[in-house]
């Protein structure tokens, strides 16, 4: 299967921003990791990361064709994404939401995504753990269709 994790806005930084928060980890750390363990279960994953929300609808378009599912971290868009959700929508792509934080045990405005409802399912509050948690059960969910 070909996978893709798709990170949004200030995620490039992960390692340096907000280490209580988001951890030690920068991407290419959790990249490497994810790369390693798809390769036990014969899969391929690719890493893509934008700061801007159009980046992150282009990224999901781009997708469409020849990737089987998303394992998708949008950030702050997730919050305020409309354009994000209708590309979900549009592309059919099958989508796991991911976030390192618990986002319900932090500020109210986090409390919401405008994604939940058109995604498979939701991993968050396991930290860098959660990306191989979101391809497993991303992998698990397309072993079943
Ligand atoms: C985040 C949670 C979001 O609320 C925040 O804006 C982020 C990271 C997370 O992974 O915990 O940028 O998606």
């Given at each position: 299967m070909?996978?893709?994790?798709?990170?949004?806005?200030?995620?490039?930084?992960?390692?340096?921003?907000?280490?209580?928060?988001?951890?030690?980890?920068?991407?290419?750390?959790?990249?490497?990791?994810?790369?390693?363990?798809?390769?036990?279960?014969?899969?391929?994953?690719?890493?893509?990361?934008?700061?801007?929300?159009?980046?992150?609808?282009?990224?999901?378009?781009?997708?469409?064709?020849?990737?089987d599912?998303?394992?998708?971290n949008?950030g702050?868009?997730?919050?305020?994404?409309?354009?994000?959700r209708?590309?979900i929508?549009?592309?059919?792509?099958?989508?796991?939401?991911?976030?390192?934080?618990n986002?319900?045990?932090?500020?109210?405005?986090?409390?919401?995504?405008?994604?939940?409802?058109?995604?498979?399912?939701?991993?968050?509050?396991?930290?860098?753990?959660g990306y191989?948690?979101?391809?497993?059960?991303?992998h698990?969910?397309?072993?079943?269709?």
């Open positions: 070909k996978l893709l994790v798709l990170n949004g806005p200030n995620l490039n930084l992960l390692g340096e921003r907000e280490p209580g928060i988001y951890g030690a980890a920068s991407l290419a750390d959790i990249e490497a990791e994810c790369q390693a363990f798809v390769s036990t279960f014969g899969s391929s994953v690719r890493f893509e990361q934008s700061n801007h929300e159009g980046g992150l609808v282009d990224a999901l378009h781009g997708a469409r064709h020849d990737t599912g998303v394992v998708l949008a702050a868009y997730t919050h305020t994404s409309i354009a994000l209708d590309a929508s549009a592309t059919r792509l099958p989508v796991i939401e991911l976030h390192l934080s986002t319900h045990a932090r500020e109210e405005f986090r409390h919401t995504s405008m994604i939940a409802a058109v995604v498979v399912g939701i991993i968050q509050g396991f930290g860098a753990d191989p948690l979101a391809l497993r059960a991303l698990q969910h397309l072993s079943k269709k």
